[in-house]
């Protein structure tokens, strides 16, 4: 019997040992589902962020034009225009827009007055060269909202200097 006895005790040990670690395993099963949960909650405010409808603010665009990036600053506006970022709405997009109203203006304007020059038909070229009239009074329009920044109309003419 005493035997018995001491069996039960050496028993009565190990399972209070098999307990120990049970408990220890069940407090890192549930780190592990807090940790996991926190990566998914984590995870999907990425992606929304990333799908959110986002818009350049102003002084962004004139970073991205100061850089020389100029078409994608006209690309950023043109997002900005469709998500409602108009010069009506916030009066802070009036500069950088006229800029990059008269470099796009330009940029098209260069490319009709070139295509009616070497047009042979006469009727096609006096087309071209009223469209092309048409954009260079939209850079001159362009031009007198640009602000204390029309100087870089200068600079925007350099791009496109034959």
Do not use: C, W
């Amino acid at each position: 019997m005493k035997k018995n006895n001491r069996n039960r005790k050496v028993r009565g040990a190990s399972a209070a040992a098999a307990s120990g670690s049970d408990k220890l395993f069940k407090v890192v099963i549930i780190l592990l589902a807090l940790i996991l949960v926190l990566m998914v909650i984590i995870t999907a405010a990425k992606i929304n962020q990333t799908y959110t409808d986002y818009t350049t603010r102003p002084n962004d665009l004139l970073m991205t034009i100061r850089n020389g990036y100029y078409s994608e600053a006209v690309h950023e506006m043109h997002d900005n225009i469709a998500l409602g970022e108009t010069v009506e709405k916030n009066q802070d997009y009036a500069i950088p827009y006229a800029l990059l109203e008269y470099y796009e203006a330009e940029s098209v304007y260069k490319g009709y007055a070139r295509m009616a020059e070497t047009e042979t038909d006469k009727t096609r070229a006096a087309e071209l060269k009223a469209k092309a009239e048409e954009l260079k009074a939209e850079m001159e329009a362009a031009k007198t909202g640009m602000g204390d920044l029309e100087f870089m109309a200068a600079d925007i003419d350099e791009l496109f200097a034959d």
